[in-house]
């Protein structure tokens, strides 16, 4: 979503919350702004993918439809 969307700092929040709370350790590697657009998600998803390979073991999307 968009970068200052509170909405989307929440869902990204407590996504992370939720992940930790389960006991697995964090890092964020890359974060961008799909600003709710698929084709901007899917860039944004193959750009971390490109630079963190298997490094990368979650994706954070906040919007159901750039997920796809």
Known sequence: GEEENEDSLFRTEYSIRALETGGMETEELFSGSG????????????????TYGSRLEVIISNNDAMAN
């Open 35 to 50: 600003q709710w657009d698929q084709e901007k998600g899917r860039k944004l998803a193959k750009t971390a993918l490109d």
